[in-house]
């Protein structure tokens, strides 16, 4: 936005308007020219005395003059600058508008529209109706000459608007309550399950399409039973997994009203498979992990990918049995399928309520702390007591447009 108070390159312009309205043959010339127009303009200028502070006349009559320009500078409505500003700078709101012919805001270059030139910084008093012209050589002028200057000169700009895009790349971090049902071998319990997305988006009118990139999750801990020894779990799934160049990207679709503040965007369920496969990506969840089709998208050699459990800080391992040795890594598979509904309130940043449709996993295979492979039975058991999530309503989201180059490491800095 410009500031009212700096001039700008229309003061170029207007000095070249007012030289070619008249010119000055020769230095001479000018001196006598300047001496005749500073009386002229402080005679002209004597019947305002009813209207304007004696002062300020004497003041808009020698700046006036001092161009040479007399009397052709008292209609003009500018000073020896030609900044339609830099008469008067002090009290502001002196004068009315244009539409009556008189002065406007002392202190400001204008701020009015370009069909009335409602405002600027003329004489700041009350003039007759008559003194304001329509043809930009009255004070209350509409052309951007006079005290009542257009956006051009100085006037108010209207706002640029956010740029309407074709595609973009969006980071979402979202947030969703959760709770869970005890087991053998964990409490009951509740907390948050948060979730980063990188979405890379095609605009098509109304519509959006999004292929979609997991770049981190953060589950909530769990407290084990006093049988198999109590204490906390927490698993964690590095960050170096997510950030994989070619880690599985998700397809979905949704819908977009603009990108003003205020405008509406919004994205149905799309379903994210991690580490597994299936037929029908929202068909009913195995019961079993033997019943699970699995991928390898860390290539580590392993199931699934590949989790580390917390430990110290109170956080210790899920055990394979009520008395076998713990784990020091499990491999996971899970799937989602997340909905987003949200407005704008910047050209770039956007927040609301998001759903998780579905939160599932199972546990598919893991690693004794003595460097083990698990044995079906020791998966099957830490399979068995895995965190069986239900999900509450109330999931929020925001979300922020990122450079085109953005990565999942970007995403995962947002709030």
């Not at 009951?188 to 098509?204: I, K, M, P, Q």
């Not at 459990?309 to 996971?332: C, E, K, L, W, Y």
């Not at 079906?376 to 399979?383: A, C, G, L, Y």
């Not at 068995?384 to 999530?389: G, L, P």
């Amino acid at each position: 936005m410009n500031d009212p108070h700096v001039s700008s390159p229309t003061t170029g312009a207007r000095a070249s308007h007012l030289h070619a309205i008249a010119p000055h043959d020769s230095a001479g010339q000018q001196s006598r020219c300047m001496s005749r127009a500073h009386h002229a303009a402080r005679s002209s200028l004597a019947g305002l005395a009813g209207f304007v502070p004696l002062a300020r006349i004497e003041r808009f009559a020698e700046l006036a003059s001092c161009a040479g320009l007399g009397v052709f500078a008292l209609l003009l409505g500018v000073g020896c600058s030609g900044e339609s500003n830099s008469v008067v700078a002090d009290e502001p709101g002196a004068g009315g508008t244009s539409a009556t012919g008189s002065g406007g805001n002392g202190q400001s270059a204008g701020s009015g529209n370009p069909s009335s030139g409602n405002a600027g910084s003329g004489l700041g008093g009350s003039l007759p109706a008559t003194t304001g012209g329509a043809d930009g050589v009255g004070i209350g002028a509409t052309s951007g000459i006079g005290s009542g200057g257009t956006d051009s000169a100085g006037g108010g700009s209207a706002s640029e608007g956010c740029a309407a895009r074709t595609s973009f790349v969006l980071g979402a971090h979202i947030t969703v309550g959760v709770s869970w049902p005890g087991t053998l071998g964990t409490a009951a319990g509740s907390g948050e399950f948060n979730l980063w997305n990188l979405y890379r988006v095609t605009v098509d009118g109304n519509a959006i399409t999004t292929s979609i990139s997991p770049c981190g999750s953060e589950l909530p801990p769990l407290t084990f039973s006093a049988l198999v020894g109590g204490g906390q779990s927490l698993i964690e799934i590095p960050t170096s997994v997510w950030d994989i160049t070619d880690f599985p990207r998700f397809a979905g679709t949704g819908s977009i009203a603009g990108f003003e503040p205020g405008s509406a965007f919004g994205t149905q369920p799309a379903v994210s498979l991690v580490g597994l496969t299936m037929g029908d990506p929202s068909a009913a969840w195995p019961n079993s992990y033997t019943d699970v089709t699995t991928t390898d998208p860390d290539a580590d050699g392993n199931p699934g990918i590949t989790a580390i459990p917390a430990s110290g800080d109170g956080f210790t391992s899920p055990p394979v049995s009520i008395i076998g040795p713990r784990v020091d890594q499990v491999n996971i598979v899970s799937r989602t399928a997340t909905q987003l509904s949200g407005t704008f309130s910047s050209c770039t940043e956007l927040s609301g309520s998001a759903t998780l449709e579905l939160f599932d996993n199972h546990v598919v295979g893991c690693r004794t702390v003595e460097g083990d492979a698990c044995s079906d039975t020791q998966t099957d058991f830490v399979d068995s007591n895995r965190t069986v999530y239900e999900v509450e309503e109330g999931g929020t989201f925001t979300a922020r447009i990122l450079d085109e180059a953005a990565t999942c490491a970007d995403v995962r800095n947002l709030p």
